[in-house]
Nanobody
Framework: QVQLVESGGGSVQAGGSLRLSCVASGYTYSRYCMAWFRQAPGKEREGVAGIDSLDKITYADSVKGRFTISRDDAKNTVYLQMDSLKPEDTAMYYC?????????????????WGQGARVTVSS
């Protein structure tokens, strides 16, 4: 079993930055396919950024140039650096992991999910 724990959420003013972390524990494997998703109140969950087992990185158009996903294999951790935050980035952010993504990182059926980290951006 794999457990994912997110941290780093919080409140920030527009234009500010936050960094989310997602640590994997349990059966650990350094080359997970991992992705960050978010869900705002009243909206569907959407993919934000993903990194597959070969380190191919994908971003949603809405965050390109502002968000950066990275991984530290030694720490079993994936990060989401969020810069130039906008009020529309306000949401619960979840990380998800799979041993391998057989489809697009945003469409993969991830078996492992974190509990979520709340991000609030005020104008």
């Amino acid at each position: 079993q794999v457990q994912l724990v997110e941290s780093g959420g919080g409140s920030v003013q527009a234009g500010g930055s936050l960094r989310l972390s997602c640590v994997a524990s349990g059966y650990t494997y350094s080359r997970y396919c991992m992705a960050w998703f978010r869900q705002a109140p009243g909206k569907e969950r959407e993919g934000v950024a993903g990194i597959d087992s070969l380190d191919k990185i994908t971003y949603a158009d809405s965050v390109k140039g502002r968000f950066t996903i990275s991984r530290d294999d030694a720490k079993n951790t994936v990060y989401l650096q969020m810069d130039s935050l906008k009020p529309e980035d306000t949401a619960m952010y979840y990380c998800a992991a799979d041993f391998y993504c057989y489809s697009h990182v945003f469409e993969n059926e991830y078996p492992y999910w974190g509990q979520g980290a709340r991000v609030t951006v005020s104008s």
